[in-house]
C-alpha cells in the first residue's frame, strides 16, 4: 500500500500541493483527476522523489520512503511514466526495453519481462529493430508503457498516458492499463480523459489547486454533478 499524509511541496513561493492525504491499495486502480496545474504531475514526481515535498509523509509497504533518492524508489517497485513520452529516438524499440530494466540484474526476468511485453503488446515486437523515433505517436506511448513495465513495478504510475492519442489508440491504452492491473500490478493514473480514468478507476480523488477536494469510488465519482460540470464537459 502506498500512503500520502499531509504532504506539502513548495516551488519557490509557489504552494504545489497543499496538505495531501491520499491512499492506494495494493491490487487497485486509483485514479487522480484534476485541471491543468492543478499539481498531479507534482504528485507523483514528488512520490518517486524527482520532487522533495517540505513536509509530510509518504510510507510504501509500511516503509517510510520520504526523500529517499529516486533509484532506491524504483528498486522498490515504485515506477512512474512521465508525462509526454521521454522514449530514446535514435534506440531501437528492443534497446530501449532493454534500458527499462537498468535496474534489473537477474537475465531470466529481463528476457520474461520482455516476453511479457511483446505478448501486450505486438505492434512492438514487430517493431522491435525500428528506431523509437520513427514509431508513431501511439507506438511511441506504448513504448513508455512497456518500458516502465521492465522494471518489474509493483505499483505503476502513468502520468497522462494517452495524451495527443487518436480515440482508438487511446482506448486500447486504457485496455492495457486494466489488463496490466489484472495481472497483479496497483495502479496510480493520471489522466486528462477524466471519463476514461473514472470508469476503470476503483477509486478515485479530485486535486484543485494543490488540495484533494472529493475523493469516491470511480463509478461516484462518474455520477457526481460536480465532477460531470467540471471535468466530464456536461452541464
Ligand atoms: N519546476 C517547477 N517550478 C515552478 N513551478 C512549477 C514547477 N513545476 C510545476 N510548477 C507549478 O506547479 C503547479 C502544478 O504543476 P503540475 O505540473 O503538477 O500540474 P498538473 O496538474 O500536472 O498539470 P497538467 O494537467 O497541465 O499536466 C503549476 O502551477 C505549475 O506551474
Ligand atoms: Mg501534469
Redesign the pocket.
Known sequence: MLSLEALSVF??G?H?LQGINLVVEDGKIVTLV?A???????MLNSIVGIVKSASGKITWNNADITGRDTKDIVGSGLVLIP?GRHIFPNLTVDENLRLGAYLQKDKDIIQKNREECFTLFPRLKERMHQHAGTLSGGEQQMLAVARGLMSSPKLLMLDEPSLGLAPLVSKMIFDIIRKINALGTTILLIEQNARAALEIAHYAYVLETGMITMENTGAVLLNDDRVRKAYLGEG
Do not use: H, L, V
Not at 36 to 42: E, F, L, P, V, Y
Open positions: 516551488y519557490g509557489i504545489a484534476g491543468n496545474g492543478a499539481g498531479k504531475s507534482t508525462e
